[in-house]
């Protein structure tokens, strides 16, 4: 289970200060209906974790509810232009725009979280009350929207 504890503790061990509180599920945002399609099959879902220099991705295991000891993607708070975020159905698109390019996340709405994928992979215990994702989505979100001002 990928609880913060476990998160926190991989990313130490690979050289990260995490900051606290500041954990969210993402996936990369489609670009289009086609896009949408194959990443609902694909399944792929990342915990962004804000740490001390940069935001950090780890991807979860599509074979448990765990993450992944490797960084998917990291993004140097310095290399971050600005970052604009936007309500999408119901989900929040993150475009996180660096001197040559823009990368889009998506992350869903607290609201719904126990009933979807952001709520499955951020369980804190085995009582599926406790949800990380939904807890620390509107303080990451606020951070994402200051880097780079």
Not at 93 to 120: C, H, K, N, P, W
Not at 139 to 144: G, I, S, V, W
Request: aromatic content about 10%.
């Amino acid at each position: 289970m990928a609880d913060t504890k476990r998160i926190n503790t991989i990313l130490e061990k690979m050289g990260y200060e995490p900051e606290e509180g500041k954990l969210i599920v993402v996936s990369y945002a489609p670009e289009n209906l086609s896009d949408r399609i194959r990443k609902l099959l694909n399944n792929n879902f990342y915990a962004l974790s804000f740490c001390k220099e940069s935001i950090v991705l780890l991807p979860f295991s599509t074979l448990s509810v765990d993450v992944k000891k490797e960084v998917a993607l990291e993004l140097p708070f310095s290399a971050i232009s600005s970052v604009e975020v936007s309500e999408k159905g119901l989900n929040y698109r993150i475009d996180i725009r660096l001197d040559d390019e823009v990368i889009s996340l998506s992350t869903q709405q607290a609201e719904l979280s126990v009933f979807r994928m952001s709520g499955y992979y951020s369980v804190e215990d085995w009582t599926f009350i406790n949800n990380w994702h939904k807890e620390n989505l509107k303080e990451t979100l606020k951070a994402l929207e200051k880097l780079g001002k």
